[in-house]
């Protein structure tokens, strides 16, 4: 299978607890994107990468919240000092893109994760 | 602030019938598109139909068929002869002025055989 991947499909932590998660694209796409979804709404915007740059950040990334993608291919998401209402589907999704042009986001099966 | 909104939390349609979904949005950008993704249960995200906004025609896709309506800012989806595997959830997204989807909250189909 070569669409997007992520790792692990669900996690249960606890409140205070630091939980990285991990997004592998589509090879050949450069662009990179981080949605989170909770339970009867549509995904909301993290961050996205082009290649290794983080070029956009949403107001929702707190301080807890960091985001890297070291060599331009997988990327991880780290959220420390979870609280409970971090609880939420965690999506990743990736693109090509051709100079200005962007195309269709490939979405992962995403990382359910609960904070208790 | 671009805005998604899907009015209708729920829809539901006989098999071989057809059923739209309504969303409207707003944008302050010229040059936009529109997307349906369908999300089935315990199941990752997909593409159904794209709409750029600078195409008057509307876009097709088999069984699947938006009404653009520029003015009125309105991206309704048509599914047509609906089968048992068009029931999920789908949500109407917007990309403009920048990389990223702002979605609606989406509208759960429920397909009866």
């Known amino acids: 299978d070569t669409g997007v991947s992520q790792d692990p499909r669900h996690k249960i932590t606890k409140r205070g607890q630091n939980v990285t998660f991990r997004c592998d694209p589509i090879?050949?796409?450069?662009?990179l994107y981080w949605y989170r979804q909770t339970l009867g709404q549509g995904p909301e915007f993290l961050t996205y990468?082009?290649?290794?740059?983080?070029?956009?950040k949403s107001r929702l990334l707190s301080d807890r919240f960091s985001a890297e993608r070291p060599k331009g291919s997988f990327s991880t998401l780290e959220i420390q000092r979870t609280e409970q209402g971090d609880s939420a589907m965690y999506l990743c999704?990736?693109?090509?893109?051709?100079?200005?042009?962007?195309?269709?986001?490939?979405f992962g099966p995403g990382t359910r994760l609960t904070v208790t | 602030a671009q805005t998604v909104t899907q009015s209708q939390p729920e829809m539901s349609v006989q098999e071989a019938e057809t059923v739209t979904l309504s969303c409207t949005y707003d944008?302050?950008?010229?040059?936009?598109?529109l997307f349906w993704y369908k999300q089935p249960p315990s199941r990752q995200m997909i593409l159904v139909i794209r709409?750029?906004?600078?195409?008057?025609q509307n876009a097709t896709e088999n069984r699947f068929s938006v009404n653009f309506q520029k003015a009125a800012k309105s991206f309704s989806l048509k599914i047509s002869d609906s089968q048992l595997g068009d029931a999920a959830m789908y949500f109407c997204?917007?990309?403009?002025?920048?990389?990223?989807?702002?979605f609606g909250k989406g509208t759960k189909l429920t397909v009866n055989p």
């Open positions: 999704a990736s693109s090509s893109a051709d100079g200005f042009s962007s195309y269709e986001q490939y």
């Open positions: 090879s050949e796409h450069n662009r």
């Open positions: 990468f082009q290649n290794e740059a983080q070029l956009e």
């Open positions: 944008t302050s950008e010229s040059d936009y598109y």
């Open positions: 709409q750029e906004a600078y195409k008057q």
């Open positions: 997204a917007l990309q403009g002025g920048s990389e990223k989807l702002v």
